[in-house]
């Protein structure tokens, strides 16, 4: 620029000077900067309207936290490839997360639950000794491994209430099953080679309605725990 201004040389003089080619000089000398000015350059696919309904959309419910970016796409009318609202909603800090499993809990549940830890929070440890802890549960064999539950969540909720796959345990096992292939069964041996030395062994159980046919014909001391209690413990 300093020997354009100067106008001592001709342009084909500076070229032969510069090596820079006579055309790139002339549209320096009408810019009259060496400096490139900024470009808009190429239009963002999504406005941030567009990443607000995004994230108003994916917070709504249980339901929407688990929408498929092809629905998403289609729901909200977004003219962008799967890919872009992807990284949108990366950008947006919600990643794809496999949904963490909790039993369901209803109002009654949880307040049973908090009573249960409050009766019991002056137990000591030579307490908690004498006490065997029971669940059951069926297991299915040969079945369809399923498809993961999938979430669109933020790094810190991992816990919300909508991110949450809630689930109900099975109710395959009646009295006498209960009776005779756990109590009379495994759970009897597994306490004697255990618990022989106890004076009054405990036993606790979830209070499913199969247990309690049976519980009072057996010469142990039962607790009931709250109900869904075998993730409780």
Request: hydrophobic share 30%; aromatic share 8%.
């Amino acid at each position: 620029m300093g020997l354009i201004e100067g106008g001592r040389h001709s342009l084909w003089e500076i070229t032969n000077i510069t090596n820079i080619p006579k055309g790139t000089l002339g549209d320096l000398k009408k810019c009259d900067t060496g400096i490139s000015k900024p470009r808009s350059g190429r239009p963002k696919t999504l406005s941030s309207r567009d990443l607000r309904h995004i994230e108003i959309y994916i917070r709504t419910s249980h339901t929407t936290r688990r929408t498929p970016i092809p629905r998403l796409i289609s729901l909200l009318d977004l003219q962008a490839h799967p890919n872009t609202v992807r990284k949108a909603l990366i950008g947006l800090g919600y990643n794809h997360r496999v949904a963490r499993r909790c039993p369901f809990l209803n109002k009654r549940d949880r307040k049973r639950r908090l009573q249960y830890a409050k009766r019991h929070a002056h137990w000591t440890v030579e307490d908690w000794a004498k006490v065997i802890f029971t669940d059951e549960m069926s297991i299915k064999l040969y079945m369809e491994r399923h498809s993961k539950d999938l979430v669109w969540r933020k790094v810190d909720e991992e816990l919300h209430p909508d991110c949450i796959a809630y689930h109900r345990d099975g109710q395959n096992v009646n009295s006498t099953i209960y009776r005779d292939q756990i109590l009379l069964g495994p759970l009897k041996d597994f306490w004697e080679e255990s618990f022989g030395d106890v004076d009054e062994p405990v036993v606790m159980e979830d209070n499913a309605p199969a247990h309690k046919k049976v519980c009072s014909s057996e010469e142990r001391t039962w607790y009931d725990l709250p109900s869904a209690s075998s993730q409780f413990t």
